[in-house]
């Protein structure tokens, strides 16, 4: 089974030199930290910035540099600044090779929710739509089953949706699944994980 | 359309005598001075800044100490509490929210939950793209995001290329309050960083727009090349200070 | 009578001190020789200008700074360079306050044509279809009647349209007419011509 | 979308070894090398400039040497004979053109006129929105630029506050082929005065962008806050001598 750091890891194996790149809030922020080498990512934040750079030295604070977290961050010798229609245009247009985000349920049709939980406080969706609306491919990083065990794998969401048919590949602490006609193909098993127990915490269909 | 003989321009000597004083009618020596006339109770106002970063303070300032009530505002976040259009909050000045993260603000939540206040969700990208759209005589476009989500209940849809979008309305506020680094006396006007963000957009989506900047220049002091806002979009201008407030101060230690 | 030059600086009293405008080829293109004293207006070039600034002196010329005529130009003081999807969201989006347009016909209805003759070379519409359809306000300056003698202020336009309904004022060799309710109303009249010399040149309803 | 604890980011002493080169690979020889493997006959092109100002020269003399046939190119001009996209009418390589304007050009007149040359006018912005929506994404919005002319003829009408718009569409090109002024090695390109103009737009809805330069900087010498194209967008650059010739030489005399 993996830890969030393990999962990061693995999420990181997914990109691909060159490769302009979003990473959401949580786990995915994660993936910076395990980028392989070689490979040089460009990070793009929604608010309007291509190139996110490290945190800044403390007392290097500037207040007018901040990710889409509203943390402060640096630049980098690539970085672009740009407006916030320029910036979800690039989102929406597909030129963003790969989003890695955090989820409360995916379903085996690609089915994402992870903004609202009825009944709950909502906070809304941010730029979470736009994301898996228009960028090239998406990846999911959560745990396979919640607090209660339940699968978050499913066959159908039960929350309120952030896009229809849009995940790709899902990497949770037991493996990897993909998305694929029909339902969800094994791609990988976390360390120490057997097949039997993936099946066990999926609700959703696996094919193949 | 055909090819023009060559004509003399306009007197050059004059153009350049009246510039000065003309775009100096754009500059206001206050907020409370550049809202003049133009608040209005149950007004539509877009608002720039993302989170605390880039937000029109003084504006928002001046708003509430004008006390205009049942605002609609569009505005990606809706500040903090007891800072940022989070003032307006607590005056409860605002009847109606349009944003895409209202997070950090426990008074939002306490107003919405009871009922108190009135809120539309946008996709981040959506609600950036309406106020562009509106601005540029774009009264409805088609995109991809929110399809099949709660966000595109009751829009219209259509097919593309067997892609299904929904429709989504370009915004035309009744007023834009928008923050930038440097503007010149014409309205031109620079952002510094990811300052930038929703301040072009919104500014540009309102029928009239103010924009407050920590500098004005003297018209001609900026690089043509360089500006992110044409002074066309900016109806009048004020300078001052700004707390710029950090939301979440995240650091890292210096390498021994 | 009014002549070329009589009609332009005609066309500059319409001008408000501190607007933006857009001026086309030809005719309205002198209009920026008569712009009253105390009135400061900044010209917009389609191709992505506010604040085009006269003829650059002899050996002065810059390939990278020229007009929507494609002549070489100079920069104002506040001068500023976007692209052209920007140039016509702010054309489009009603940010101009004024257009002044040549014209092959205009009709009662502000209905304007100005861009193309079947069955002879059609150069295209450039961006005078966006410049009606956007602009606050379209003064139309023209001769009231063709070489043959015809008039071109009709009832309706016998060519291609550049824009319906968009023109709210013609000023013309014979004087100025507003488009109104139910035709065209007559504002001045030129210097030496009769209401009724007017009137007999012009084959649109005049009311009022 | 909640807060996140504090992180350690990536090794920055090996981002900083690796970017040099990594950005050095958008950077080809030579015109011809930049296209190699992405032309292709029928192929559909989008190409930056306005009339002969800030046209892709370069890119434009390659693709007429490499010979590739029944091309669609949408450029607001076609240059004028036998310069800029002129050279690609007078080897026959282009099938059809979107344009909003072609006064300048007798030999496109011809092959119109004989109908060897299809040609699809375009309204200046409507050809500049469309660009830009494409590569942002958007398949079609509304527009009064047109409505009741031939232009509107066969397009979806629509009422929105009891105006009526039309219809367009985004378009997205095989290639695009632009402009710039400066780039860094990451692709970042700057563009000097009104030679912006499509450049940015046709960059935008390119699925591959080729922009040419007149130099190429290190990563790192632009300011972040002056880039007019961000790198994302441009897939291949390439520097080298450019003609620039002026459509219309209009001068006035030096007053004594």
């Excluded at chain 2, 944003?99 to 107003?111: D, K, L, T």
Aim: aromatic content about 6%; hydrophobic content about 40%; proline content about 3%.
């Amino acid at each position: 089974m993996w830890d969030r750091n393990q999962m990061a890891a693995r999420a990181a194996q997914e990109l691909q030199d060159g490769w302009y790149v979003n990473l959401g809030i949580g786990i995915p922020t994660l993936v910076s930290n395990y980028i392989p080498e070689g490979v040089e990512v460009t990070l793009q934040s929604e608010n309007g910035m291509l190139g996110i750079g490290p945190f800044p030295y403390e007392g290097e604070e500037d207040p007018d540099l901040i990710n889409a977290g509203k943390q402060t961050v640096t630049a980098e010798k690539q970085t672009s600044f740009f407006d916030s229609s320029e910036s979800f245009a690039m989102i929406r247009g597909g030129k963003i090779a790969m989003a890695i985000l955090g989820a409360m349920e995916v379903a085996e049709n690609g089915d994402l929710a992870n903004w609202m939980i009825p009944g709950k406080l909502v906070k809304g969706m941010g730029g979470a739509m736009d994301l898996v609306a228009g960028v090239k491919r998406v990846v999911v990083v959560m745990d396979h089953t919640n607090k209660a065990g339940e699968s978050k794998v499913l066959k159908a969401c039960t929350l309120p949706l952030t896009g229809q048919k849009v995940v790709d590949r899902i990497i949770t602490n037991l493996g990897v699944l993909d998305v694929v006609e029909g339902g969800l193909r094994i791609v990988e098993l976390a360390d120490g994980v057997s097949e039997d127990e993936l099946r066990t915490a999926t609700e959703a269909t696996i094919v193949g | 359309m055909a090819a023009v003989a060559l004509t003399p321009f306009r007197n050059v000597a004059k153009t350049k005598r009246n510039q000065a004083e003309d775009f100096m009618k754009k500059v206001y020596g206050s907020a409370a001075e550049a809202l003049d006339g133009l608040l209005k109770d149950g007004m539509f106002i877009a608002a720039g800044g993302f989170g605390l970063c880039g937000i029109p303070e003084l504006l928002i300032d001046a708003i509430h100490k004008a006390g205009t009530k049942d605002l609609t505002i569009a505005s990606n976040n809706c500040g903090v509490d007891h800072f940022g259009l989070g003032i307006l909050l607590d005056s409860r000045q605002i009847k109606k929210m349009i944003s895409s993260y209202v997070g950090e603000n426990a008074e939002f939540m306490r107003q919405y939950l009871s009922g108190e206040l009135e809120l539309e969700f946008n996709p981040q990208g959506t609600l950036a793209e309406r106020m562009r759209a509106g601005g540029a005589g774009i009264p409805g476009f088609y995109t991809k995001t929110g399809v099949g989500t709660v966000i595109a209940e009751g829009k219209d849809h259509k097919d593309f290329d067997g892609e299904t979008y929904i429709l989504e309305r370009g915004i035309v506020a009744d007023l834009a309050i928008v923050k930038g680094w440097k503007a010149d006396e014409s309205g031109n006007v620079i952002f510094r960083k990811t300052a930038r963000n929703f301040n072009v957009p919104a500014a540009k989506c309102g029928r009239v727009c103010i924009c407050e900047v920590e500098e004005i220049v003297p018209t001609g002091s900026l690089d043509p090349d360089h500006i992110h806002l044409p002074g066309i979009y900016v109806h009048r201008l004020i300078q001052g200070q700004h707390e710029k407030r950090i939301e979440q101060r995240t650091t890292r230690k210096k390498e021994a």
